[in-house]
T-cell receptor, first 109, second 114 residues
Framework: GESVGLHLPTLSVQEGDNSIINCAYS??????FIWYKQESGKGPQFIID?????DKRQGQRVTVLLNKTVKHLSLQIAATQPGDSAVYFC????????FGKGTRLHILP | GAGVSQSPSNKVTEKGKDVELRCDPI?????LYWYRQSLGQGLEFLIY????????KSGLPSDRFSAERTGGSVSTLTIQRTQQEDSAVYLC????????????FGPGTRLLVL
């Protein structure tokens, strides 16, 4: 299966600053991408998605950028708040959904 | 509205015992996924079901793991002769179909094998 056995990298951000979480995907045929947020003790929750015919999509305080040329996805969180502390996963779908390794976002007071 | 539910929420068992984990997907969702998440790590795909098609079992780590989905709805993940390395959170997700649809996750079952 798609094993993601490494421990998660951590991004520490000052409260109020913007956060940028990056993800490299593997399948050039993937045409749908999703970001999930997983808070401690809970299952992942959908944040925002983007299809391959777009390069940017905005939600409430979140923006996803897609660069198909280099197979790179990013999640930008504006004005980071303590409630944004979580692990963030990207996922790609090119017939099979594959999750990235995840990044832990830590908010500094 | 009803989301994905899983039971039990926590399970403590002894090494060598069998366990069954249950997942109730969102009504009408044809695709159902099982993942395993070890502490502080990412998601490991185990198996998925899509409608009446044969399940994709390619992620199951050993033949001690099996899953079934009855009537296209509820799914049970069974781990036989549990080992300590099976300790993890087992997450279930469902989606409307597998055509690029968002997966909705349950809260997970935390399994501890002593």
């Amino acid at each position: 299966g798609e094993s993601v056995g490494l421990h998660l990298p951590t991004l520490s951000v000052q409260e109020g600053d913007n956060s940028i979480i990056n993800c490299a995907y593997s399948n050039s045929a993937s045409d749908y991408f999703i970001w999930y947020k997983q808070e401690s003790g809970k299952g992942p929750q959908f944040i925002i998605d983007i299809r391959s015919n777009m390069d940017k999509r905005q939600g409430q305080r979140v923006t996803v950028l897609l660069n198909k040329t280099v197979k790179h996805l990013s999640l930008q969180i504006a004005a980071t708040q303590p409630g944004d502390s979580a692990v963030y996963f990207c996922a790609e779908n090119g017939g099979r959904v594959i999750f990235g390794k995840g990044t832990r976002l830590h908010i500094l007071p | 509205g009803a989301g994905v539910s899983q039971s039990p929420s926590n399970k403590v068992t002894e090494k060598g015992k069998d366990v069954e984990l249950r997942c109730d997907p969102i009504s009408g969702h044809t695709a159902l996924y099982w993942y395993r998440q070890s502490l502080g790590q990412g998601l490991e795909f185990l198996i998925y079901f899509q409608g009446n098609s044969a399940p994709d079992k390619s992620g199951l780590p050993s033949d001690r793991f099996s899953a079934e989905r009855t009537g296209g709805s509820v799914s049970t993940l069974t781990i036989q002769r549990t080992q300590q390395e099976d300790s993890a959170v087992y997450l279930c997700a469902s989606s409307l179909n597998t055509g690029g649809e968002t997966q909705y996750f349950g809260p997970g079952t935390r399994l501890l094998v002593l």
